[in-house]
C-alpha cells in the first residue's frame, strides 16, 4: 500500500467516525506531490464540501511565519538574533520575579525560552487588565495588551526554560517596529509575497472559501460558538473567537492572528526544507530546523528550532516521526511536519479544534504516512 493510500484511508475514517468535520491534506516527497486531498465539509450544515483551496484560521501556523519574516530582515542586517526586545519595543519591559527587568532577547523570542507563558498571571492581573491571547477576539492594540506583562513577574529567566508563550505576539511587534508600518505588511514583502501565498493574511482575502471553526463535542464536532472555550476540564484555557479575523482593531498576533490555504503553509515548509532561497541564507534555514536551545528540555522527546519542534527521542515524544523531524501545529485543527532526512513536507489543515492539532487525528497522519500501526 502506497503512502497516499494509507492517507487517503485514514482521512476516509477520520471524516466518517466525525473526528474531524473536514480537511486537506499535502504530502510531499522531494517537491512532488503524493497526495492532494481535500475532505469533508467546510461548512456542514449548509453541506459545503471543503475544498484544496478553502481557507482556514491559522493559530498557531503564524509562527513560523513571522519566525521566517524575523530571520530574513536578520538576514538583512536590520536587526540582531541576540538585539534586547525592548530596544525596538520600549515600552516591553518584564521584569523577573526578583523585580530585575529582564534581558530578553529576539533569540529568546524565536525559540519561547523568554520566561513568556502562555495565560501569564492571571490571578495576578484584574480582570480589566488581563492580557488577551492571539485566537480572542480584543479591541486592544499591540502596545496596550501587552505592555500590562510589566506589572507581573516572567514564569522564569530568560534563557533558564523553555515554554511554549506568546512570544511571537512580541516578535511580531519587533518585526512591525523594524520595518515600519503593519506586521502583516512586513510579512508580506519577506515571505508571503516572494513565495506567492496569496492567502497568507492577517484578514480573510475570500471570505467565501474560509471554513466555518468547529470544536470537540460530546459525540462529534459542534460549530463554534464567539466567544467558544476550551480545556477547562485539563486544566488550562483557551477562548476561540472566530470573528475575530474579522475585526481590523485587533492587533495582528505574531503568534496566532493569520489565515490562508494549506498549499500557502506548503510553499513556505518547502522553501525551509530546501534551504530558503529566495527568503532566507541557506545557514538560516538549516539553523531554524536544528535544535536551538541545547540541552533545555523541550516538550517531550523533542527540543525547539526557530520554526517547531525538533524531535529528539519518538519513543518519549510517542510518535511516527524519526529523530530530526521538525513539526508543529495550530490550536484551530492544523499540524505539519518536515523529515529532512526523507524529503518529506505534510501539511494537515482542518476545521476542528482541538482534536486537529491536539487530538489524536495528528499522530494518526504520521502513522499513516510511515505505514506504522
Known sequence: MTVADRVDRMIDHAVEQERITGAVVLV????????RRAAGFSDREAGIPMQIDSIFRYSSITKPIVATTALAMVDAGLFGLDDRVSEYLPWFRPK???GAEAAITVR??????SGLVYNPGLELLPADRAITLGISDTELGLEENFARHND???????????????????????????HGGSLEA????????????HDARFHVTDPGRLTVAYGD???????????????EDAGWRAVFSPSRIFNPKAFQ???AGMAGTADDLLKLLETLRTGGAPILKPETAIAGLSNQIGNIEGEPGSRFGFFGAVITDPREAGTALPPGAVQWGGVYGNTWFIDPAEGLTVVSMTNTALEGCMGFYPEMLRRAVYGRR
Not at 529568546?108 to 525560552?113: A, D, I, M, P
Not at 516572567?154 to 523594524?178: K, M, Q
Not at 512586513?186 to 501565498?197: K, R, T
Open 253 to 255: 498576533s505574531g503568534g
Open 28 to 35: 510531499y516527497r522531494n517537491g512532488e506531490p503524493l497526495l
Open 108 to 113: 529568546h523570542l524565536l525559540t519561547h525560552t
Open 96 to 98: 523577573t520575579a526578583d
Open 152 to 178: 507581573i513577574p516572567l514564569a522564569f529567566a530568560p534563557g533558564e526554560r523553555w515554554a511554549y508563550s506568546f512570544a511571537t505576539d512580541i516578535l511580531g511587534g519587533v518585526v512591525a517596529a523594524v
Open 217 to 231: 463535542g460530546p459525540s462529534r464536532p459542534v460549530r463554534m460558538s464567539d466567544p467558544w472555550v476550551a480545556g
Open 186 to 197: 512586513a510579512v508580506v514583502h519577506y515571505v508571503a509575497g516572494p513565495l506567492g501565498m
